[in-house]
């Protein structure tokens, strides 16, 4: 073999590996951004006129073969699409490869605020677990060594009654909207 | 730390009525974000302190000037050099100075860094101030370190889960020494307790960050 010979072996072998790294690496990042979330369930610890308080357990899977770090985490909780808290995690959380991991979003309320913002009647939505919504809504960044998403989108929606009695068929992981 | 929250409002008590709360979300996303959003989202990222609420401590101590001075507090995080030196001692001691944040401390101390790189595991001072009035007017490092206390406090104040930020913003305004601050320490009720009990200038500080329309509350 001539020493040109050589020379564009090793050039070629160097631009395959190149772009086998680069393949990897775009296939990896598909897969975490497409890491998908539900909620997997929830306690209630509290159901009356004057505070409500449950968490909520909302799952994500990371699909990619890259662990990532899930932080920034901010998430805006509506019941019947009325604004009732933030919630804020200001923690790291790891999710290995091919593995899930559960968020916590523990809140509470004072239903009599629903009412003075505007909400006509809270007894029915207390006492009727299907009528009681509630919407979570937020983000979060998802980092490996090398990448972050930044704002990942996550928008839940989810009734008591189902929050309570998760069907298996409901769990479907939902995937990133935006 | 596992899974640890904080639902915000943490009192249904305000300081600002929405109008104000409306103003001051927009001073944050037009003229703060801007400016120092980038340095902000960096060292969020490094020292895990949400962005939310380095933003709400830069709103409220400094209204986003880096050249904000006090006798005894400097900058966007309104930090005194004695205050700034003890915490890259403490957070080097607990073995918590990531490699990121050790890179941006050498790029602004050079020589002096050494001083923190020599720091012994749990060591908690090596009684000098190293850290300057005028480094502290550097926005990335001021808000360097300020995250980097606030994430100590925010390791130190959380109790079943939740975050005391009601507590953490007391201390970070009188100090963990002040008759106030151990007050707050010691507290071990409510945010709304909390409040009828320590001064309205620290009461306030609580509902304008944690309240009904507070900064956190009202950013994103």
């Given at each position: 073999?001539?020493?040109?010979?050589?020379?564009?072996?090793?050039?070629?072998?160097?631009?395959?590996?190149?772009?086998?790294?680069?393949?990897?690496?775009?296939?990896?990042?598909?897969?975490?951004?497409?890491?998908?979330?539900?909620?997997?369930?929830?306690?209630?610890?509290?159901?009356?006129?004057?505070?409500?308080?449950?968490?909520?357990?909302?799952?994500?899977?990371?699909?990619?073969?890259?662990?990532?770090d899930?932080s920034?985490?901010?998430?805006?909780?509506?019941?019947?699409?009325?604004?009732?808290?933030?919630?804020?995690?200001?923690?790291k959380?790891?999710?290995?490869?091919?593995?899930?991991?559960?968020?916590?979003?523990?809140?509470?309320?004072?239903?009599?605020?629903?009412?003075?913002?505007?909400?006509?009647?809270?007894?029915?939505?207390?006492?009727?677990?299907?009528?009681?919504?509630?919407?979570?809504?937020?983000?979060?960044?998802?980092r490996?060594g090398i990448?972050t998403?930044?704002?990942?989108?996550?928008?839940?929606?989810?009734?008591?009654?189902?929050?309570?009695?998760?069907?298996?068929?409901?769990?479907?992981?939902?995937?990133?909207?935006? | 730390?596992?899974?640890?929250?904080?639902?915000?409002?943490?009192?249904?008590?305000?300081?600002?009525?929405?109008?104000?709360?409306?103003?001051?979300?927009?001073?944050?996303?037009?003229?703060?974000?801007?400016?120092?959003?980038?340095i902000i989202d960096n060292i969020s990222k490094i020292t895990n302190v949400?962005?939310?609420?380095i933003?709400?401590?830069?709103?409220?101590?400094?209204?986003?000037?880096?050249?904000?001075?006090?006798?005894?507090?400097?900058?966007?995080l309104?930090l005194?050099?004695?205050t700034a030196s003890d915490v890259l001692i403490k957070e080097k001691g607990l073995g918590r100075l990531e490699k990121e944040e050790s890179e941006m401390l050498k790029k602004y101390l050079g020589g002096r860094y050494e001083l923190i790189a020599n720091v012994k595991p749990n060591q908690k001072t090596i009684?000098k101030?190293f850290i300057t009035?005028?480094d502290l007017?550097k926005p990335e490092l001021n808000l360097l370190i300020g995250s980097i206390l606030l994430s100590q406090?925010?390791n130190?104040?959380?109790?079943?889960?939740?975050?005391?930020?009601?507590?953490?913003?007391?201390?970070?305004?009188?100090?963990?020494?002040?008759?106030?601050?151990?007050?707050?320490?010691?507290?071990?009720?409510?945010?709304?307790?909390?409040?009828?009990?320590?001064?309205?200038?620290?009461?306030?500080?609580?509902?304008?960050?944690?309240?009904?329309?507070?900064?956190?509350?009202?950013?994103?």
């Open positions: 073999m001539t020493p040109k010979t050589t020379k564009g072996l090793i050039i070629g072998g160097l631009l395959l590996a190149t772009s086998l790294v680069v393949i990897y690496f775009r296939k990896q990042l598909k897969l975490l951004s497409e890491a998908c979330y539900y909620i997997s369930g929830g306690v209630v610890h509290a159901l009356g006129m004057d505070n409500v308080s449950i968490t909520i357990f909302l799952k994500v899977t990371n699909e990619s073969d890259l662990t990532i899930l920034n985490m901010m998430f805006k909780v509506y019941v019947n699409k009325m604004y009732v808290t933030k919630i804020v995690k200001p923690e959380q790891k999710i290995l490869s091919k593995a899930d991991v559960i968020i916590k979003l523990d809140f509470q309320f004072n239903p009599q605020d629903l009412l003075r913002a505007g909400l006509a009647n809270i007894a029915p939505i207390l006492y009727d677990k299907e009528k009681l919504v509630i919407d979570i809504k937020g983000s979060l960044s998802a490996t990448v998403l930044r704002d990942f989108p996550i928008e839940e929606s989810i009734t008591l009654k189902e929050i309570l009695a998760p069907s298996p068929d409901g769990n479907k992981c939902k995937k990133k909207t935006a | 730390m596992a899974n640890i929250s904080v639902s915000i409002p943490l009192t249904q008590k305000s300081f600002y009525d929405t109008t104000s709360a409306k103003a001051n979300a927009d001073r944050i996303n037009n003229i703060i974000k801007p400016k120092y959003g980038k949400p962005s939310e609420l933003y709400s401590f830069v709103f409220i101590e400094s209204r986003g000037s880096e050249t904000a001075e006090t006798p005894y507090a400097v900058g966007l309104q005194s050099p004695a009684g101030t009035r005028e007017l406090m925010i130190e104040f959380t109790e079943d889960g939740k975050v005391r930020l009601d507590k953490i913003a007391v201390i970070y305004n009188t100090g963990r020494f002040s008759k106030v601050g151990k007050e707050a320490i010691a507290h071990s009720g409510t945010t709304d307790e909390l409040i009828t009990k320590i001064p309205q200038g620290q009461a306030d500080y609580i509902t304008k960050l944690v309240g009904k329309h507070s900064l956190m509350e009202g950013i994103v």
